[in-house]
């Protein structure tokens, strides 16, 4: 057995033995997306995240990206990469339930970002003596996601900046509801996610078109997931988005063509569009989905937003949030990039 794998294994009965820390022994703690109270540590200098779902966008987006020691991959969002390179070449421990061990506690982190999705792996990671925070990953709603970001914020010292993120949402929302208000028929959209499904009124999606003033079609299925081209002449939907995730099998070039969609009324009036890529998708829960919601309601109500410039709202973002100055071209890449 090796150093690090008896290590794991020491710590592991040590655990056994004595159990987790006392939360009364804790000076001050935050709640996490599974509700659990985590201690925040005297000093977060060394940071893994185990999950995808936006998790390295968003501690970024608070730290930068000097604290952050190893990380998924996130080679699918060039634009991320170019805006903090040195994220490009850390060390990947593994995801959600497919964690190195030995690998991560090599990592010598002081905190943990995980997946709510994965407990059993955080349990473990936790009775290693690390503190574990377990970020929504999708599962979220526009309530639940700025709780987080107030939450991230606190644990990591940032206060005042996940105060002026939420306040940015909050902002752009109510911007939104204010111009939209009185509109007769609002708009139906169907939104077809990365598993070329959609989603119901328990998914990101839901709250993706609900903020952006329109009606999800499929907010009232019994499950998310795929469905038929029968179902989708049932809806009938104005407007129909389609996620700019790579792994979509139900792209928006794919509705435009097929004969099947030809009498649908988004297919007639031309309105079917591909997500814009980011940092991160704006069609997924991070700090930036506030652009994705901002883009999509110009999309469905033209007239009532003209005044919003999605340019400037995307840029101010960027230097406000990110600290990054985001040239023409590159936000051009937004939507180059997209599924067509």
Same mark, same amino acid.
């Given at each position: 057995?090796? !150093?690090?794998?008896?290590?794991?294994?020491?710590?592991?009965?040590?655990?056994?033995?004595?159990?987790?820390?006392?939360?009364? $022994?804790?000076? !001050?703690?935050?709640?996490?997306?599974?509700?659990?109270?985590?201690? %925040?540590?005297? !000093? %977060?200098?060394?940071?893994?995240?185990?999950?995808?779902?936006?998790?390295?966008?968003?501690?970024?987006?608070?730290?930068?990206?000097?604290? %952050?020691?190893?990380?998924?991959?996130?080679? !699918? =969002?060039?634009?991320?990469?170019?805006?903090?390179?040195?994220?490009?070449? *850390?060390?990947?421990?593994? +995801? =959600?339930?497919?964690?190195?061990?030995?690998? *991560?506690?090599?990592?010598?982190?002081?905190?943990?970002?995980?997946?709510?999705?994965?407990?059993?792996?955080?349990?473990?990671?936790?009775?290693?003596?690390?503190?574990? =925070?377990?970020?929504?990953?999708?599962?979220?709603?526009?309530?639940?996601?700025?709780?987080?970001?107030?939450?991230?914020?606190?644990?990591?010292?940032?206060?005042?900046?996940?105060?002026? *993120?939420?306040?940015?949402?909050?902002?752009?929302?109510?911007?939104?509801?204010?111009?939209?208000?009185?509109?007769?028929?609002?708009?139906?959209?169907?939104?077809?996610?990365?598993?070329?499904?959609?989603?119901?009124?328990?998914?990101?999606?839901?709250?993706?078109?609900?903020?952006?003033?329109?009606?999800?079609?499929?907010?009232?299925?019994?499950?998310?997931?795929?469905?038929?081209?029968?179902?989708?002449?049932?809806?009938?939907?104005?407007?129909?988005?389609?996620?700019?995730?790579?792994? +979509?099998?139900?792209?928006?070039?794919?509705?435009?063509?097929?004969?099947?969609?030809?009498?649908?009324?988004?297919?007639?009036?031309?309105?079917?569009?591909?997500?814009?890529?980011?940092?991160?998708?704006?069609?997924?829960?991070?700090?930036?989905?506030?652009?994705?919601?901002?883009?999509?309601?110009?999309?469905?109500?033209?007239?009532?937003?003209?005044?919003?410039?999605?340019? $400037?709202?995307?840029?101010? =973002?960027?230097?406000?949030?990110?600290?990054?100055?985001?040239?023409?071209?590159?936000?051009?890449?937004?939507?180059?990039?997209?599924?067509?």
């Amino acid at each position: 057995m090796g !150093r690090t794998a008896f290590a794991i294994g020491f710590a592991l009965t040590l655990a056994l033995a004595f159990g987790p820390l006392d939360a009364s $022994q804790c000076q !001050r703690s935050v709640p996490d997306a599974t509700g659990r109270s985590v201690c %925040i540590p005297a !000093r %977060i200098e060394r940071i893994v995240i185990t999950c995808y779902g936006g998790a390295v966008q968003e501690i970024a987006l608070f730290k930068g990206g000097g604290k %952050i020691v190893a990380q998924p991959g996130v080679e !699918r =969002f060039p634009q991320f990469v170019r805006m903090f390179p040195g994220l490009g070449a *850390l060390p990947d421990v593994g +995801s =959600f339930d497919n964690v190195n061990l030995e690998s *991560l506690l090599a990592a010598q982190p002081d905190m943990v970002f995980a997946s709510f999705f994965s407990s059993a792996t955080n349990d473990k990671i936790r009775a290693l003596g690390i503190p574990v =925070f377990a970020l929504g990953t999708g599962r979220q709603d526009i309530r639940t996601i700025l709780e987080e970001f107030e939450h991230v914020g606190t644990l990591l010292g940032e206060e005042s900046k996940a105060h002026d *993120l939420v306040s940015h949402w909050r902002e752009r929302l109510a911007m939104i509801q204010e111009k939209i208000a009185g509109t007769a028929t609002p708009k139906q959209v169907l939104y077809l996610g990365s598993s070329g499904g959609t989603d119901n009124r328990l998914g990101w999606g839901d709250a993706f078109i609900s903020a952006a003033g329109g009606i999800n079609v499929a907010h009232d299925l019994d499950a998310k997931g795929p469905i038929s081209a029968e179902q989708i002449h049932i809806w009938n939907p104005d407007v129909i988005v389609s996620s700019g995730n790579e792994g +979509s099998r139900t792209s928006a070039a794919s509705i435009r063509t097929k004969a099947a969609y030809r009498q649908l009324r988004a297919v007639v009036s031309g309105q079917i569009h591909a997500v814009p890529i980011g940092g991160f998708w704006w069609d997924r829960p991070s700090p930036e989905a506030i652009l994705g919601i901002l883009w999509l309601s110009k999309l469905l109500y033209p007239e009532q937003l003209k005044d919003v410039n999605l340019e $400037q709202e995307t840029k101010l =973002f960027f230097e406000r949030f990110y600290g990054y100055a985001l040239p023409d071209d590159e936000y051009q890449l937004f939507f180059q990039r997209a599924v067509r």
